[in-house]
């Protein structure tokens, strides 16, 4: 992948005003400042603030993206909000698989699932993966981040030019404040991206990114997106407040 990615994940952390504001100023900051051609900024707000935001970010260098989607298209299904809604609502991306739905009990089977349907709408989908902290206590992080990619992408046959990213998400380190090191990072991502070729063979890898997440921050990005196999970040906490956000952008050359 040649693009690099910044997706803000703004989680249940803002009310409508304040996604409606940090919005606004995002786009105002971008529309003065020249970036790199080959970075994407994507914002994920929750459901109910993705129109208002869609409105704001329309002919800004700011794309859309939703934090989750459901796998059937349409019909009885009670709270749930469609991959077809979600593109409707203007998104190019969906979070998929992130550590705080798998925590609510979120599947494999059911993130393979969501995979496909964001996949048949023409969705970029961001899956996530990472071990907890247990799990890398008794040196299971390698296994786990397979099987993780493995089961997410069974089955899975993208069109030759659908883009999928990968984002590695240490769970024990999501919102800590404290990223992980460099070379983990490294070492993760390069396991990934053997998992991936090893998922999907035929794939063109230029259209399969790997990017990190967890206590991405302005001081911290560049140790990240500089590496070689890391194409970008998952940004939570750092990127609800646009000014920041800003700071971190401009740190990609
Ligand atoms: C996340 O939960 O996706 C995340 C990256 O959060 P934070 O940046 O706050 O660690």
Known sequence: MTEKYLIANWKMQLDKEQAIQQASLLAKLLS????SKDLRVVLCPDFIALSEVADIIKGSKIALGAQDGFYEEAGAFTSQVSMRQIKEAACQFVILG??????LGES?????????????QGLVPIVCVGETFDERKEGQQDLVIMHQIYEALKNIKPKPDQKIIIAYEPVWVIGTGQAIGIADAFYAASLIQQSLLDSLPDHDKKYCGVIYGGSVNSSNINDFVDLPNIQGALVGNASLDAQEFFTIIKKIK
Do not use: F, M, Q, V
């Not at 003065?32 to 970036?35: R, T």
């Open 98 to 103: 992130h550590s705080e739905r798998r925590k």
């Open 108 to 120: 494999d089977e059911i993130i393979n699932k969501k995979i496909k349907a964001a996949l048949e």
């Open 32 to 35: 003065e400042e020249k970036i």
